[in-house]
Antibody, heavy 121, light 114 residues
Framework: QVQLVQSGAEVRRPGASVKVSCKASGYSFIDSYIYWIRQAPGQGFEWMGWINPNAGGTKYAHKFEGRVTLTRDTSISAVYLELTRLTSDDTAMYFC??????????????WGQGTMVTVSS | SYVLTQPPSVSVAPGQTARIPCGGENIGMKTVHWYQQKPDQAKPGQAPVLVMYDDSDRPSGIPERFSGSNSGNTATLTISRVEVGDEADYYCQVWDSSSEPSYVFGSGTKVTVL
């Protein structure tokens, strides 16, 4: 079935970096953009950026520019989120999500299970 | 940035109708999507499920009891004949090319089935 499977939970110290993976299966990897969206504990969703798995192009929310990098490996149908200079405000569940194929209006139809990133000294 | 406003909670008895509003300036001119996120006491933040896209289209597998509308300054997700299994947080979302960030979510509404 169509799914996105993310890497496991991470714990980092303030100032460190983290890299989270998201592996796609069950569909043509290069045909749909992948988005990264995070959710702090008890909070709503915050869009961080997207990557075009085909050409590798990216776009980031201004808030994260300079700290976030999205990459992909087409040989294994995976995308990666790297976030640097972590602070306690980055403690959140990080989701990858696929841009929906049935609309051109930027919905997200498949989500990964989430990766909890905890930043603590 | 574009702001989407949702009430924190809506309560409804089983079998009744739940209406979840999502307010935004001229939201009727935009396309609204809705997500359901069920609680999991074992872990924070269960993966959301798309329950409505393009204002009123249901993805496959979503019951016909779910419907959507969008006009003026309010979009609404309606759940008819509510079941205990519908208890969850519901989030609206739009894309706004003139906003930063461009992909905006509402703050979420917790639907409680009494």
């Amino acid at each position: 079935q169509v799914q996105l499977v993310q890497s496991g939970a991470e714990v980092r110290r303030p100032g460190a970096s983290v890299k989270v993976s998201c592996k796609a299966s069950g569909y043509s990897f290069i045909d749909s953009y992948i988005y990264w969206i995070r959710q702090a504990p008890g909070q709503g969703f915050e869009w961080m950026g997207w990557i075009n798995p085909n050409a590798g192009g990216t776009k980031y929310a201004h808030k994260f520019e300079g700290r976030v990098t999205l990459t992909r490996d087409t040989s294994i149908s995976a995308v990666y989120l790297e976030l640097t200079r972590l602070t306690s405000d980055d403690t959140a569940m990080y989701f990858c999500a696929r841009e929906a194929v049935k609309t051109t209006n930027y919905a997200f139809d498949i989500w990964g299970q989430g990766t909890m990133v905890t930043v603590s000294s | 940035s574009y702001v989407l406003t949702q009430p924190p909670s809506v309560s409804v008895a089983p079998g009744q109708t739940a209406r979840i509003p999502c307010g935004g300036e001229n939201i009727g001119m935009k396309t609204v999507h809705w997500y359901q996120q069920k609680p999991d006491q074992a872990k924070p933040g269960q993966a959301p499920v798309l329950v409505m896209y393009d204002d009123s289209d249901r993805p496959s597998g979503i019951p016909e009891r779910f419907s959507g509308s969008n006009s003026g300054n309010t979009a609404t997700l309606t759940i008819s004949r509510v079941e205990v299994g519908d208890e969850a947080d519901y989030y609206c979302q739009v894309w706004d090319s003139s906003s930063e960030p461009s992909y905006v979510f509402g703050s979420g509404t917790k639907v409680t089935v009494l």
